[in-house]
């Protein structure tokens, strides 16, 4: 990951990793003594998707790509909600429930700049970011996800009906 912390650093920081993530070294990285809010969200993977059973996540990405992008969407948010840093991991391959998928964390001078830029970072990232998820659930599988449907929502899982 890019070198970001409180020490007025580059504001912007990407990876995508394989092992575990370490929240606190995400939220280090945006920590700035001008910053009143400091918001860091953990996606995680979750037991259930509607009425399927999770077993487990694997996440795919085009990394070069997915990393600049990344920064595309983070440039644009931070310069319209007024953020002063935002730094994002992914993490890709197989993850078991409870496990973090992404954390980002982001700061600015109010908590309401803060809070509307992480929905729109993660917004715009399920939209726009070349990562892929792959939801394994008791009987079959499915890959989740499109630009106009990144929660995969009108999603039919590998052998049900739709």
Do not use: N
């Amino acid at each position: 990951m890019a070198g970001v912390g409180s020490t007025g650093a580059d504001p912007r920081s990407f990876e995508i990793v394989r092992a575990p993530i370490r929240a606190d070294a995400v939220l280090a990285r945006v920590r700035r003594p001008g910053c009143g809010a400091v918001v860091v969200f953990h996606g995680t993977v979750r037991a259930r998707t509607g009425t399927r059973r999770v077993r487990y996540l694997e996440y795919e990405a085009y990394e070069p790509m997915a990393l600049a992008q990344m920064a595309a969407v983070a440039d644009a948010v931070c310069r319209t909600h007024g953020l002063e840093a935002l730094a994002c991991v992914h993490r890709v391959g197989r993850l078991e429930v409870g496990e973090d998928a992404m954390v980002v964390a982001v700061a600015s001078p109010h908590r309401a700049a803060a809070l509307a830029g992480v929905e729109a970072f993660i917004g715009r990232l399920k939209r726009e970011v070349p990562i892929w998820k792959k939801e394994v659930f008791e009987g079959g599988a499915a890959w989740i996800g499109t630009p106009d449907d990144p929660q995969g929502e009108r999603s039919t899982p590998t052998g049900a009906a739709p």
